[in-house]
């Protein structure tokens, strides 16, 4: 790899490229260690823990949605913690914007860009991309987070997170192409999770919104 | 559980590896070094210091416990349990199915898919921590062969795969177990059975718990009963979450090491079978055929057999008894096999009832063993019947008293098979055989004539409710107390009566108790509604406090349908003994319009009332607003519904209308405080009461802004007093102008701008057509005007049958002139008048329910005059042709009008003349053209600039109109800047 400047010196230390894009992958997998196989191995263990968090609040959240009016609740720590998430998750998403990426085709042209970078570094679009790296970390720790609490209470707030897991897999795979089987799998998994949870809401909703109004108003009276 | 090529040998080993003790839950983990010297090595196969098993490579550790995971999620033990099953079939067989479905979806998480990423988690950490710093240094650096610390490598390779394929499976597994469409939440009813087969279930898994005599048995017999013990615990995990609540089950009883360390010995020991989809289907297919009625003959065999080897020892014992008495008077002995035989012919119509086979046979056999029972204890004189002793009641008795007095028989009505009346096998089973038989499903109330009863208990907690005597809480308590002591009792109750109550708790205390604590409740809930319903002055309907009740569980032991009508009868009670605390009782709701006029205009006199400490109630309920103005018609206390409740911006989403008022109540008529924190949360808001009209200017922002503009007051005589002289072209400008200039609007973005300018012309423009038809007053008060009080008109469809249009829609759009609109209202039927009148004139089914409103008729009479009044004078609004279109422009209005306009007049000051080259020049403008093109392409600028062509130069001047025009704008410019 060349090495142009001084922030490309850097961006390519930390980010090797080199590894991500090589697709021999007994090889790939050596290469990829070097640089941060620990971490990573790690980080699966807890997008496992993660996910079947989630998937155990969906499990509890369908055999109690009826006894609760979750729009009563009270905004808590999980709902700051949410906030917090989406706020990162809207640099995450300018940030992709800056670079041309748009939600649609998020992982394909994320794939397109780390070649090009390999190919023809530009000192603007690797800090974007560090940036990308950094948010994306940021915000796979509040999911991880996240995953521990009660969150089948909050059920619109675990929507959001499930929301985010299922974008964010699938641009893990793309980091890390020596996982993407691992991350297409818990994508396929978070999709299924993401669709049961909007059925449910739709089905809550549907209950709880014929007097959305009145029960606004009864909030304060009873 | 260890494999053969999986053991650790140190021969073979070319380079560390990481290896663990197998036993899971063990944290023995260790480095394996290869050996230096050949076979002479020490430790050939690395053993745990603790366990004495040989280590294995983690990696392949994994994939074990993987394996384990997956045998423990999907052992075909993870069907639910037969007898769960069996429960449902009995009491809830309609969700039977939907029940199958649901536990196969929670059974993943139910069996402890959660806590294994957990185990997962901590071992991978392990794993990474092992390395050491020589070995991290190594790998990190890319120089280095990437040959070296392949096996370390490879190694993590396998344990990512491992956790791809277990997702996958997971994922796969799972989805073929259940069908996402029927996972629907559950009935009440099958809660219920779940929570109380849940409470039984975990009873037994205690004794297994505790079990110490594994010593006895086989090898394969102890895993087989520590098999039973774990999916009893995974069986109550599911259940749990079927129930909607957390697991807890497997984190306290049991961890995750050991759970799947014994999976994976069960599965070592041939004990677990994978659970295929053949094996749910049959099951499916078993519960459908049930659900055909094939299957009728599905019982709880182990309770049924309990029942039966139950009634056996008791015929036996009854057995020998009759064996035992010899003293029995052959006459007697003879009409009394007669009688008997009468009776068991009675008996027979057993065979006619709807149940199982062995339901069937168990009534019999109890039937036979009371029958011999009545006839030994009537031998022994212990009992007598007369000649008129009926066979068949007695034989009805008898059949009942066998399906009372055991839980587990289905619920059959005797009367309706015998032909019995009720209070005769009542009767007889009270007098032979209720001592011996109790009834297991005892519910009060004990017998037909307890409400009478019931009725001096409820005076006797009313008065303690109403006197605040005693916590609400403690009433149950002090009056069973009262009842044993005999003391304070209402005089209603006589000495049979208190020595029914007597029995009751001393037979059935907590039952007793439950009863009187729900009667407490029904009584107390009756006095806070009746509470309410006295201030607000009108009728209680009973239904919604039953239902309320009944939501909370409060009962009194009945059906929905029973409890209301006991609700009634209390009430009922509680009205005549204490006919001033109770108002009267409505047998319907009010249709939703009548409600909402009735009961939320009482309200809202009620609120006028108090809100404020009474404050309105010292102006004799009036509009303050109209009061300042002094208006007369529109203050009067008669105009109810044309008073509002105003509040700020911050208030916005509670209302406050009659039919608003009534929703709440709906809601809350069963709270006794709703009044109160009503009140109390309107005056947090700081609401106000006015009128529609003025609650309408109050709410008209724009109106408010710019209320000089629109009603043109204020301007001195130097300008036209009427605004509908000047030019549209102008008058727009001086709207356009005054937006720009104002301070609330002047930062809002063009779309915003626009949107306040259509809002202006077309106040305009009503304002116009009012005033052309009706003058500038209300034309039936004669109070609210044009210039003041515009945006209070309203336009009233006369007929609403005939409308067709929201007249307010008319104005939305530019494009249709006055005339235009005037043209397409006249075929709509209607007038505008103030939204005051209009509140007055509009609704007939207010006017029906004035008698129910007020309670001073002389105000419902003052209403219906006012009524009558308005109806009388409503006049109709007619096209007439001398209907203008005052602001509608010829053509797109830019702004350079205005800016032509004003270089003209700077430029005149100057004395020069004015040419199109001087105004380009002044206005930046790139060519003289534009100007000339400007003047021709736009003809209304004539009335306001003279153009003079001399020796082709055109030469401009401001006509008296242009002058006119340049003052009123910059008259506007001034007024609102420092608005």
Known sequence: MTKNANSQEVFIDSYNTTSYLEHDVDSDFLEWYIVEGS????????????????????????????????????????????????SLFT???????????????????????????????????????????????????????????????HPQELHTAIKLACILSSVEGVFYPLFSDFYTELKLDYLKLEKEITELLQLNSTEQSKDIEIKKRMGILE | MIKGESQVSRKVVKEDRIAICPQIGCIHLEKVKPLKFGILGFRKYPKCSEHKIPLIFVEEFIGNLFEAVNTCIFDISSLSPETLIDLIKTSASDELIKFINGWMYCNPIGRGAQVISQYVDGLTRAYIKSLSRKQK????????????????????????????????EFREKSEQLYDQEYLNPFSDKLQIILKTWLKKYLNTIDPIKKENSFEDLSENETLSLLKEKYDKILHSETCVILLGKSPTVVVKSISAFEL???????????????????????????????????????????????????????????????????????VIKADMLNFRKKVETNLNILSTIKCTKEQKELIKLESQMILDEFFLRLENNEIKISNKTNPKIIAAAIIYTVIIANETLPKISVPELTGVPKYSISKYYTKYFKEYYTNKNFNFPPYYGFSRIRNALSFYIFDLICSRKEKVAKIA??????????????????????????????????????????????????????????????????????????????????????????????????????????????????????????????????????????????NLIKCPLCLKEGFKTNTDI??????????????????????????????????????????????????????????????????????DLISWQGLSNRFPQNIFSLSPELIHTLVKISINIHNKTKNLSIKQKGYIKLSLISLLKRRYIIESIYGDKCHLCGEFNTKDHLVSFQFNHNNKDTKTLLASDLFKTEALSCSEIVQTLDQEEGGYICANCHSVIDNNTYLNSLNEIYNDKSIAKKALTDYNICTR??????????????????????????????????LSKLGNSITNISIASYLGLSSRKIVSSFFTRNDYMKLYVKINKTEKVYKYSLTKKGVEAVSLMKYFKDYYKDQ
């Open chain 1, 39 to 86: 971490n990573r191995i790690n980080e699966l263990s807890r997008q496992l823990r993660s996910f079947l968090n989630y998937k155990s609040n969906i499990t509890l959240l369908r055999f109690s949605i009826f006894k609760m009016d979750y729009r009563t609740l009270k905004k808590d720590s999980i709902s700051k913690r949410v906030e917090d998430l989406i």
């Open chain 1, 91 to 153: 640099r995450y998403s300018k940030t992709l914007v800056m670079i041309g990426i748009e939600y649609e085709s998020i992982a394909e042209k994320t794939r397109n860009l780390l070649q090009k970078i390999k190919i023809q570094p530009n000192n603007h679009e690797i800090s974007l991309m560090k940036e990308i790296k950094h948010l994306e970390s940021e915000i796979w720790k509040n999911l991880h987070i996240l995953s521990e609490s009660e969150l089948n209470y």
């Open chain 2, 137 to 168: 240094k190594v790998l990190n650096n890319e120089k280095k062969s990437k040959n070296q610390y392949k096996m370390l490598r490879s190694g993590l390779k396998k344990i990512a795969d491992d956790y791809t394929t277990f997702l996958k």
């Open chain 2, 260 to 330: 799947f360390s014994a999976y994976h010995e069960f599965l070592e020991a041939g004990l677990c079978h994978e659970l295929k989809i053949k094996d749910l289907k049959l099951l499916i297919e078993e519960s459908e055929e049930f659900l055909n009625g094939n299957e009728e003959e599905i019982l709880d065999t182990q309770k049924e057999n309990e029942n039966l080897n139950k009634s056996i020892n008791k015929l036996d014992k009854s057995k020998e008894s009759i064996r035992y008495d010899e003293k029995i008077d052959k």
């Open chain 2, 477 to 618: 308590f002090t009056l069973v107390n009262d009842i044993l002591e005999n003391i304070n009792l209402p005089t209603q109750l006589s000495n049979k009566d208190i020595d029914l109550l007597h029995s009751l708790i001393n037979n059935h205390y907590d039952k007793f108790l439950k009863y009187l604590n729900d009667l407490t409740e029904v009584i107390k809930q009756i006095y806070g509604s009746s509470l309410l319903h006295k201030k607000i002055g009108i009728r209680l309907v009973v239904k919604p406090i039953a239902e309320c009740l009944y939501k909370k569980d409060i009962n009194l032991f009945q059906s929905f349908k029973q409890f209301y009508y006991s609700v009634i009868e209390i009430y009922d009670s509680l009205k005549v003994k204490f006919p001033n605390a109770i108002p009267h009782r409505s047998k319907t709701q009010y249709s939703y319009n009548k409600g909402a006029i009735v009961i939320g205009s009482r309200i809202k006199l009620y609120i006028i009332a108090h809100i404020y400490n009474g404050i309105y109630n010292e």
């Open chain 2, 638 to 707: 008669s105009r109810l519904k044309a008073l509002d409740f105003h509040h700020d911006q911050n208030g916005k989403e509670y209302k406050y209308s009659s039919s608003a008022l009534y929703e709440m109540y709906m809601k809350n008529q069963t709270n006794p405080e709703f009044l109160e924190n009503l009140i109390k949360f309107m005056e947090s808001k700081k609401v106000v009461l006015v009128c529609a009209s003025h609650h309408d200017i109050i709410s008209g922002k724009y109106f408010n802004y710019f209320r």
């Open chain 2, 873 to 906: 004078n409503f006049t109709l609004l007619h096209n007439k042709n001398s209907i203008k279109n005052p602001l509608k422009l010829s053509k797109r209005l830019s702004d350079n009008f205005e800016q032509f306009l004003y270089a003209i007049y700077e």
